[in-house]
Structure formats: structure tokens, C-alpha cells
């Protein structure tokens, strides 16, 4: 009689992830003054100190750039986000390794947020930026180098495509929905640079750019 296979272990960065995003919302949960918004969450260059009434407002702080990827503003949010992690990111854990990889996240969410502060001192609108949609996006950038024919199924539309397929799709409606719509509820550019960032991440790897890494960690 064979043993039916053990499960997958979802791998230690991107458990720790997920723990830390759903900590972090049942604290927003809590926070009935507004304080973790008003110091963890990314807020544009550029705000003026003092509002209307004379009351003060909330400023950037470089830890903002870290601190606003584990924020989320529903439950929703946080639910496709987490997804999306344990999806992806679980197996671009498990490929590049746990170092690698979180690395690869921290660089995710920086380069997201300083992509969405570029485009607030271009006239976007001022207002704060939370969660790791960013390095969502990076991850799923990933996966389409490492496993370009990977074929998955889409939430929204349910229908299966190759994963290269899939980002370039998510990136086209990224960018239409970024410059010609005017949700300023989805920072559409802060995907985009999730995407961009991951994509010089894995061509610093390869020693395709002009800084060389110590170690060649992909072909």
C-alpha cells in the first residue's frame, strides 16, 4: 500500500508574509484614531503640513516605503492580494530560494511605492497608498520569466492562459487604466512599477545590466 504524497508546505517567506499582512489589518481593524494609516501608510511627496481648518496632516517618512505594503484597505483587498502570494509567490520561493526571494519582495514593494510618489509629484492624486499589490505584481512578473508557459486560470475572467500571456494582459490594462481612467482608488502606477522593478531585479541577476551582481543567481 503506497502513502499518498505529503502536502506542500507553503515556504517560510511567504508564510511569514501572509501572517504579517493579516496581523497588520486586524490591528487597521482596531485603530479607531487613524494612527497606523497616518505613520505606515505611503504618503505623497509634496503634502502640504497644514489643512484648510489649520489642522495638521500626515507627512512621507522613508520607512512608509516598507511599512505601506502591509497595509490593506478592505477585506477584499487584503484576500486577492494574499492569494496572489500564496499562488505565485509560493513557488517562486521554493525555485529562487527563501534569501533570493525575499529580497526579491522588499525590492518589489520599494520600487512600487517609488514609482507611486514619482507620479504624485507629476499631479496624481494626494493621497495615501497601502498594500502589496506592488510586489504582487512583481511576483507575477516573475513567474512569467521563470515559467513562461505556465498555464493558469484567472479569476477575472475565469478563463486558463499562459502566465507570459497573462502579465502582458495585466500590464496593458494597467496602463490604460492608469493614464486614461481616473480611479483614484487603484494605484494603477504603482502596479506598474512592481512590474518594472521585478523585471531589472531578475536582469541584475542575469548580469544584464550595467551593475554587476556578486553572484549570478539565474542564466
Not at 486586524?26 to 503640513?49: E, I, K, N, V
Not at 482608488?185 to 521585478?198: K, Q
Request: proline share 7%; charged share 10%.
Amino acid at each position: 500500500m503506497t502513502e499518498a504524497p505529503a502536502p506542500m508546505r507553503i515556504p517560510i517567506v511567504t508564510k511569514l508574509l501572509l501572517i504579517g499582512c493579516v496581523l497588520i489589518f486586524m490591528l487597521q481593524s482596531m485603530d479607531r484614531t487613524g494612527w497606523l494609516l497616518w505613520h505606515l501608510a505611503l504618503w505623497p511627496l509634496g503634502m502640504p503640513s497644514v489643512g484648510s481648518y489649520g489642522e495638521a496632516l500626515p507627512q512621507f517618512m522613508p520607512w512608509q516605503l516598507l511599512s505601506y505594503g502591509f497595509m490593506h484597505g478592505s477585506p477584499m483587498h487584503l484576500i486577492f492580494n494574499l492569494f496572489a502570494l500564496w499562488m505565485f509567490g509560493s513557488e517562486l520561493e521554493r525555485y529562487w530560494g527563501s534569501a533570493a526571494y525575499l529580497r526579491y519582495i522588499l525590492v518589489g514593494i520599494i520600487g512600487a511605492g517609488l514609482t507611486q510618489l514619482a507620479v504624485g509629484l507629476l499631479g496624481g492624486p494626494l493621497q495615501p497608498t497601502i498594500g502589496i499589490s506592488g510586489a504582487v505584481y512583481a511576483v507575477l512578473l516573475g513567474i512569467a520569466l521563470m515559467f513562461p508557459n505556465m498555464r493558469v486560470m484567472l479569476l477575472f475572467p475565469p478563463i486558463p492562459m499562459r502566465a507570459r500571456t497573462m502579465v502582458i494582459l495585466y500590464a496593458c490594462i494597467e496602463l490604460y487604466l492608469g493614464v486614461f481612467t481616473s480611479n483614484a482608488g487603484v494605484a494603477h502606477f504603482a502596479h506598474l512599477g512592481g512590474l518594472a522593478t521585478g523585471w531589472l531585479m531578475i536582469q541584475y541577476w542575469r548580469g544584464r545590466l550595467p551593475i554587476k551582481p556578486r553572484l549570478r543567481l539565474m542564466a
